[in-house]
Structure formats: C-alpha cells, structure tokens
C-alpha cells in the first residue's frame, strides 16, 4: 500500500462520525471543508470552462468582483476547431492560471448535449454528437490535469435545458441515453480519468442525479470504471443520504452543517452505513492530498502570452459559412474602401452569461484591430447600425445603409445581445433581433459584397441567407476573439472551423421542437436517438448549414480511400485511411470526418453516424493520408431487451466526408459478429421474435407446429421456415396461442419452451 493510502486509512480511524459527515459537503462557496487537528487540508475549486473565475474569497461568488484571468472562445466555439491538440494545449493554459491562483479543479468541461437550438447554455457546451463532444472533453481534461490541476467533468447527465433545471425530469429511454447521452461522459472518464464529475441539477426517470445509484454507482464508478469522485452541481442535493447511497461524494457548495447533520442522524439510526461514508470520504481524501501535491508555490503566468494565444484559439473556430464569389478575403486586389457596421464591431460580446464568466485580462475590438492592419490600404468608415440594448430601435439604420453603398464591400457585425442567451433560462426562438435583421437586409439591397460576421453563442436562424455574399460565424470567441476575426477577413488567417451543431432553417425543423422545454416538471425525449444531424438525415430536413460544414480560402481532394479488410469480425480492429490534398492556392487546414452506415438492423438506426474525425493542416498542393481506427463499438447499438450493445451482422457503409451532407468517398464492409448473447423472453414475447433466431425458432416449432397444420387456411408456406404471412398471428404473443389452439397448445408447453429459451444464447 503507497503511503498516502495508509496515512488516509488512519485519518479514517481517527476521524469522527460528525467530521466525516463534514467532509462530504463544502465548507463554503468555493471550498472543501478542512479538518485543522488532523490537518487535512482545504482544497478550492472555481468555475470554468473557458476561462478561470475565481472570487477574491472563498465566501464569495465571484459575480463581477473576480480576479482577472484569460478569457478563452466558449465551448461551442471550442468544438468548432475539431482539434483534439488545441483543447489540450487551452486546458494547459488554464491551468496554469488556477496555479497561479490557487485553484485545484476547475469546473468543467461541460460536456451535454446540445438537443434543442434553445438551450439557453448551448454556448457552454460542445456538441450535438457525442463522440465530438467526449473526444474534445477528454482532451481539455488531459491538458489541464497534465498540470497538476483537478477538472469537473460537467453535467451528469441529460443537463440539456435551463427550464426549471433543479426539477423537471428528464424522462428518456435506456437506447437514448446509452447512444446520445452517455457516451459524451464516458470517453473522457475511460480516456482521461477526471478529477471529479459533477453530477446534474436534473432528475432523470425521476430519480434525482445526485442520488441516482443507478448513474453515478451501477454505470460510473461499476460500468465504466471511474476512479475520482463526484460533487453536486451547486444547490442541487434534495436527499443527502440517498446521495451517499448512490456514491455523490460532496455537496457544494454546502448547506450550513443541516446535511451534515442528517448524515450523522442516518448513521445513528442505523439507516446508512458508516462503511458507506468511509468509502466515500477516503475517496475524496484522496483527491485532496492529490490537489494538493500538484500545488506549485513560484506559479505565475504571463497574461499578454496567454491573450496572444486566446487569439490564436479563436482563429481556429471561426466557421465560414458562405463565400460567393470569393467575396472573402478583403484585399488591396478587390477592394479600396471598406464599410464597418454594427455596435458589436465596438463592443464586442466575447463570452456567455452565467456562472461561466470570465473577467478577462484585457478586451480587443474589431474596429481597432481592423485599423490596425489595414493602416493605409483600404479607407475604413464605421457606422453604429443599431444598438445593443434596444432590439427595436431602427433609428440608426439609415446612416449605416449609406455608408454601405459608397463602399466596395460592407463588413456587417451581427448577433447575440447578452440577455439572449444565458445560464438560468432558454431561448423562446433563434432569431436575430428584429434591427438586426432590418439591418441587414436594407444593407443587402445597396450592397453586393456585404459580409456577415456573426457573433452568438449557439445556433441562429437566417432568414437573409441568400441575400448577403459571405457569412463568418465567430461565436463568442474570447477577449482576443475580434484580433482573428480582423485576421480572417483580410485573408491572414484561412478559417478551418466547422459547424459542431446543425443549424436549422428554423427552429420548427429541430428535433426537440414539440418536447422542449417540457411541461409539468417533465422533459419528454421523444426524439429518441435523432438528436441533431441524425433526425436531419432521418427526416429528409435540409437544414440551413449542415453538420461539420465548414468552408476555407482553398480547396480540398479527397481519394484512396482504403480499408485493411473487407470482412471483419466483432473483434477486430479495421483500419481505415484516405488521402487528402490541398487543391488550392493557399495553406490550409481540412476537418476530416468519418460517418458509419448500418444498410439493415433489428432496430431503427440513424442514416449514419459520426465514428472518427482528424484535421490535418496542408500546404497548397501538398497531400498526406489520414487514418482511422473502428472497432466492434463503432458498429454497435443498444438494445434495451438485451442490456448492452449489440454489433450485428451485416452490411456497412463509411463515408470519409467534408461535413454531414458533403460525402466525398464512400467503401463498404461486412461485419461478420460473433458474439452471442442470453435469450430473455416472456409470456409476452411475439412469435415473430421467437422465430427471428434458428436457436430459439427450433424450440417455438415443436410447441406450435400441431395448430399451424391443422390449420391450413391460417398458415400457407414452409413450417419450418416459420413463412407465415399473416402479421396479426406473427404479432400474437405466445401465451395468446394457448386460448386460440382449442388445447393444442397449453401453458406447460408455453413455460417449458420458456425456460429452454432461457438456456440458449443467439448470435445477432
């Protein structure tokens, strides 16, 4: 046993019952309890993702009076970098100024799916799809925690909605949680271990997350093999007895001792464990000494190093998502004067609303860096255009259409006021305010070469698509955010960034549409699995910008597209590679996406499904090969009738693709599964599914086989094929036969088949 567990063990036997029960809640806002006569120490944690907010004190909130640290894009622009390497070197950055500032976890990544448009926290989280949102969740966590700083994996799980968040359930089926809103979890915990998770403000089925044996036990800690522990979101604990039953470790950020209370209470009375508590407190010692160990006593960092490099993150996210004409990018070549419109090109909104916000070192603007780079090669006019804090005042308008048409091209900065969107409530649409859009299309009708450059924090209507030449979606993309984007347009930068959400032509289309938010304090998920680009594709929707669109300055080729097998089993690894090249004239950066395609299953799947993604960066004119690992899970559902996943035998596509709706080159395999798994049939169960399998149909024949002969006219073709062709008796289950046969079959006959079927496995 190393040392730290045995000093551990013998802090347990010298702890007592009321200061264990202390040591699972916080001892303020922003700290773990100490113990001072065993010195054990207190540990701090401060909000994240994007940036560090830590108040002056731990009794503070840090609303408005916390230190200054380095404002990073928000996590939906994160995501649009696609780039694995770029969230671990932010995290690396972050963590270097919680040691700075003395800060052991950060809270995040928020890793929840985006289900709806309107999610009023879209901007804090990464994606619609879960592998986007795990692979670059585990990589923000290996970058932070290779530093010796703690994360807080966020938030476990179905936290998709602000809507009466402490309270509605999310009420969704096994299969979608284990496809949808599971696996986004469970890449970083097996890939990266965190800290600690953060379990959910939300019921799910109704059972609270902090007390939900089932998700924090039975999967993460049993299932998936996790070894930190988990904290509530705050103010989120109901039941603090059922949270130990369930494996929460500590309440934040505390409820005056009143939990701690009902924890010693519970433990007298015999109705919780002392075993149970000590498990969880030696777990959570253990994060503490951890926390602690990693502490750096000379850490500082260098904040103009760290604004250089936000710039840089921020350049990578950016989405160009219409360029006609090659209106992009602005240069001496095309154009001599240069119209700039809208508030937001002087104030810039960088960052989200909520427990999220960071105060940043330092705050650029576009106009400023836009003059800055152009210096003497373009004349610059700016013009106001609307105003921030009044949606409907059209008064400034006018003044901003003149200066567009005495321009060659007009640069129009729209989008998301702050109160739009925020932590603590949803968004009623995803439109642009109504100046906003009068803007833009009376600057449209004089001016041919007007670009939009967006800035919101999640997905937006765009009715005037079609009447503007380019769009650039920026997101909320940090204090160094407006550098890049002044970098962008005059072609400095070439934008790589695609879409990590679907954007929809309006917010009817959206797959949540008629369940969001919910009503009576329950979420229906009656999507299912078709969240995002899935229920697109399912539907025959075209959205307004598809999945992993994402256009650039060049061109890209894509071929070779070559498989290690054409046939592999369930415990293979296929390993798939294609060839890229940069067909244009500049240097540029490619997001290479693979999607899996089940041509026939038992159960209805999505058209396809994101299974791997690279980006590669290439010269003009030069090409390399990206490759790809699958193995059986990337062919698998889930099935709730066996309770795991399943890789079926069959047919499959791969489509290596430039975005969800532009594939480039497609192969196929045959997936030849060789698993087999137990049989759990009822009195329920159909016939149709009894004969599905020859193991099962071959015990179902000699019960049934005397009333399908003796009844011609019911059954016509090849009994032992089971080549019924009526449904409704192919639909009956199988109890039912034993009151239409006329004592040809009975109920021993039916319980005797039941239980031979118990004892066989079938290979899907």
Same mark, same amino acid.
């Given at each position: 046993?190393?040392?730290?567990?045995?000093?551990?063990?013998?802090?347990?036997?010298?702890?007592?019952?009321?200061?264990?029960?202390?040591?699972?809640?916080?001892?303020?806002?922003?700290?773990?309890?100490?113990?001072?006569?065993?010195?054990?120490?207190?540990?701090?944690?401060?909000?994240?993702?994007?940036?560090?907010?830590?108040?002056?004190?731990?009794?503070?909130?840090?609303?408005?009076?916390?230190?200054?640290?380095?404002?990073?894009?928000?996590?939906?622009?994160?995501?649009?970098?696609?780039?694995?390497?770029?969230?671990?070197?932010?995290?690396?950055?972050?963590?270097?100024?919680?040691?700075?500032?003395?800060?052991?976890?950060?809270?995040?990544?928020?890793?929840?799916?985006?289900?709806?448009?309107?999610?009023?926290?879209?901007?804090?989280?990464?994606?619609?799809?879960?592998?986007?949102?795990?692979?670059?969740?585990?990589?923000?966590?290996?970058?932070?925690?290779?530093?010796?700083?703690?994360?807080?994996?966020?938030?476990?799980?179905?936290?998709?909605?602000?809507?009466?968040?402490?309270?509605?359930?999310?009420?969704?089926?096994?299969?979608?949680?284990?496809?949808?809103?599971?696996?986004?979890?469970?890449?970083?915990?097996?890939?990266?271990?965190?800290?600690?998770?953060?379990?959910?403000? =939300?019921?799910?089925?109704?059972?609270?997350? %902090? +007390?939900? @044996? #089932?998700?924090?036990?039975?999967? &993460?800690? !049993?299932?998936?093999?996790?070894?930190?522990?988990?904290?509530?979101?705050?103010?989120?604990?109901?039941?603090?007895?059922?949270?130990?039953?369930?494996?929460?470790?500590?309440?934040?950020?505390?409820?005056?001792?009143?939990?701690?209370?009902?924890?010693?209470?519970?433990?007298?009375?015999?109705?919780?464990?002392?075993?149970?508590?000590?498990?969880?407190?030696?777990?959570?010692?253990?994060?503490?000494?951890?926390?602690?160990?990693?502490?750096?006593?000379?850490?500082?960092?260098?904040?103009?190093?760290?604004?250089?490099?936000?710039?840089?993150?921020?350049?990578?996210?950016?989405?160009?998502?219409? =360029?006609?004409?090659?209106?992009?990018?602005? %240069? +001496?070549? @095309? #154009?001599?004067?240069?119209?700039? &419109?809208? !508030?937001?090109?002087?104030?810039?909104?960088?960052?989200?609303?909520?427990?999220?916000?960071?105060?940043?070192?330092?705050?650029?603007?576009?106009?400023?860096?836009?003059?800055?780079?152009?210096?003497?090669?373009?004349?610059?006019?700016?013009?106001?255009?609307?105003?921030?804090?009044?949606?409907?005042?059209?008064?400034?308008?006018?003044?901003?259409?003149?200066?567009?048409?005495?321009?060659?091209?007009?640069?129009?900065?729209?989008?998301?006021?702050?109160?739009?969107?925020?932590?603590?409530?949803?968004?009623?649409?995803?439109?642009?305010?109504?100046?906003?859009?009068?803007?833009?299309?009376?600057?449209?009708?004089?001016?041919?070469?007007?670009?939009?450059?967006?800035?919101?924090?999640?997905?937006?209507?765009?009715?005037?698509?079609?009447?503007?030449?380019?769009?650039?979606?920026?997101?909320?993309?940090?204090?160094?955010?407006?550098?890049?984007?002044?970098?962008?347009?005059?072609?400095?930068?070439?934008?790589?960034?695609?879409?990590?959400?679907?954007?929809?032509?309006?917010?009817?289309?959206?797959?949540?549409?008629?369940?969001?938010?919910?009503?009576?304090?329950?979420?229906?998920?009656?999507?299912?699995?078709?969240?995002?680009?899935?229920?697109?594709?399912?539907?025959?929707?075209?959205?307004?910008?598809?999945?992993?669109?994402?256009?650039?300055?060049?061109?890209?080729?894509?071929?070779?597209?070559?498989?290690?097998?054409?046939?592999?089993?369930?415990?293979?690894?296929?390993?798939?590679?294609?060839?890229?090249?940069?067909?244009?004239?500049?240097?540029?950066?490619?997001?290479?996406?693979?999607?899996?395609?089940?041509?026939?299953?038992?159960?209805?799947?999505?058209?396809?499904?994101?299974?791997?993604?690279?980006?590669?960066?290439?010269?003009?004119?030069?090409?390399?090969?990206?490759?790809?690992?699958?193995?059986?899970?990337?062919?698998?559902?889930?099935?709730?009738?066996?309770?795991?996943?399943?890789?079926?035998?069959?047919?499959?596509?791969?489509?290596?693709?430039?975005?969800?709706?532009?594939?480039?080159?497609?192969?196929?395999?045959?997936?030849?599964?060789?698993?087999?798994?137990?049989?759990?049939?009822?009195?329920?169960?159909?016939?149709?599914?009894?004969?599905?399998?020859?193991?099962?149909?071959?015990?179902?024949?000699?019960?049934?086989?005397?009333?399908?002969?003796?009844?011609?006219?019911?059954?016509?073709?090849?009994?032992?094929?089971?080549?019924?062709?009526?449904?409704?008796?192919?639909?009956?289950?199988?109890?039912?036969?034993?009151?239409?046969?006329?004592?040809?079959?009975?109920?021993?006959?039916?319980?005797?088949?039941?239980?031979?079927?118990?004892?066989?496995?079938?290979?899907?």
């Amino acid at each position: 046993m190393d040392p730290i567990r045995r000093h551990i063990d013998n802090l347990i036997e010298q702890l007592t019952l009321e200061e264990k029960a202390s040591l699972c809640s916080g001892q303020d806002r922003w700290s773990f309890k100490l113990v001072k006569r065993l010195d054990i120490p207190a540990i701090w944690v401060a909000d994240g993702p994007h940036g560090l907010r830590k108040a002056p004190d731990s009794a503070m909130t840090g609303d408005g009076d916390q230190l200054p640290a380095t404002c990073f894009p928000t996590a939906s622009a994160l995501a649009a970098s696609w780039d694995r390497d770029l969230l671990r070197r932010v995290g690396k950055y972050i963590a270097l100024e919680c040691l700075a500032m003395r800060v052991h976890v950060i809270l995040g990544p928020g890793v929840n799916i985006k289900r709806s448009p309107t999610g009023g926290r879209n901007f804090e989280y990464f994606s619609e799809d879960p592998v986007l949102s795990g692979e670059l969740g585990a990589a923000y966590i290996d970058g932070v925690q290779a530093e010796g700083v703690g994360t807080s994996l966020k938030h476990f799980a179905c936290n998709s909605q602000e809507t009466q968040r402490m309270v509605a359930s999310a009420e969704i089926n096994e299969r979608a949680l284990r496809e949808i809103y599971l696996p986004n979890f469970e890449i970083p915990v097996k890939k990266s271990n965190p800290w600690t998770v953060m379990a959910a403000y =939300n019921p799910i089925n109704g059972t609270d997350s %902090t +007390a939900n @044996k #089932y998700l924090l036990n039975d999967i &993460l800690k !049993e299932e998936w093999g996790y070894e930190g522990i988990v904290i509530s979101d705050w103010v989120s604990v109901f039941d603090r007895v059922e949270g130990i039953k369930a494996g929460m470790h500590v309440e934040m950020p505390g409820s005056s001792g009143i939990n701690d209370a009902k924890l010693v209470a519970a433990v007298n009375q015999g109705t919780l464990a002392e075993s149970e508590l000590d498990k969880l407190v030696k777990e959570t010692l253990q994060l503490i000494f951890k926390a602690k160990a990693g502490e750096k006593e000379d850490a500082a960092f260098d904040a103009e190093q760290h604004h250089s490099y936000a710039g840089e993150v921020a350049a990578e996210t950016f989405v160009l998502l219409k =360029n006609d004409n090659t209106t992009l990018p602005i %240069t +001496a070549e @095309k #154009y001599s004067t240069v119209a700039l &419109l809208g !508030e937001l090109a002087v104030a810039p909104r960088f960052q989200g609303n909520g427990s999220s916000q960071v105060k940043p070192t330092r705050v650029d603007n576009l106009s400023d860096e836009l003059a800055m780079l152009v210096g003497d090669e373009f004349q610059l006019e700016y013009s106001q255009g609307y105003q921030l804090d009044d949606d409907a005042d059209m008064a400034l308008i006018s003044a901003a259409v003149e200066v567009a048409a005495k321009a060659d091209v007009a640069i129009l900065h729209v989008g998301l006021p702050s109160h739009y969107e925020s932590e603590g409530y949803d968004r009623k649409h995803i439109d642009l305010p109504p100046v906003q859009v009068k803007l833009i299309e009376e600057v449209a009708k004089v001016q041919p070469n007007t670009v939009l450059v967006l800035s919101n924090g999640a997905a937006i209507a765009m009715p005037f698509a079609d009447s503007v030449a380019a769009i650039l979606e920026t997101w909320l993309g940090g204090q160094a955010g407006a550098g890049a984007i002044a970098q962008t347009l005059l072609g400095i930068v070439n934008p790589s960034g695609k879409l990590a959400e679907t954007f929809p032509v309006r917010l009817e289309d959206s797959p949540a549409f008629l369940d969001f938010p919910g009503l009576n304090r329950r979420l229906n998920y009656g999507e299912g699995i078709f969240v995002g680009y899935r229920w697109y594709d399912a539907r025959k929707i075209a959205p307004l910008f598809s999945f992993g669109h994402g256009l650039s300055y060049t061109t890209f080729e894509y071929s070779n597209l070559v498989l290690t097998r054409a046939i592999i089993t369930d415990s293979d690894i296929l390993q798939v590679s294609c060839t890229i090249k940069n067909t244009g004239a500049v240097e540029g950066k490619e997001v290479v996406q693979l999607y899996v395609s089940d041509r026939e299953s038992r159960l209805i799947r999505p058209v396809k499904e994101l299974k791997g993604f690279v980006k590669v960066a290439l010269a003009a004119g030069q090409e390399t090969t990206v490759s790809f690992e699958l193995k059986a899970r990337d062919f698998s559902y889930y099935d709730d009738a066996f309770g795991s996943w399943i890789a079926e035998s069959g047919d499959f596509d791969l489509h290596i693709a430039a975005s969800a709706q532009d594939i480039r080159v497609s192969a196929a395999v045959t997936l030849d599964a060789q698993q087999r798994r137990p049989v759990h049939f009822d009195e329920r169960t159909t016939l149709r599914e009894w004969v599905q399998y020859p193991e099962t149909r071959a015990v179902i024949h000699e019960v049934v086989k005397d009333f399908f002969l003796q009844n011609p006219t019911e059954f016509k073709g090849d009994l032992m094929d089971f080549n019924i062709n009526e449904d409704f008796l192919l639909d009956l289950p199988v109890m039912k036969y034993v009151f239409i046969s006329g004592g040809l079959i009975t109920e021993r006959q039916i319980a005797e088949a039941l239980e031979a079927a118990s004892q066989l496995t079938v290979k899907l």
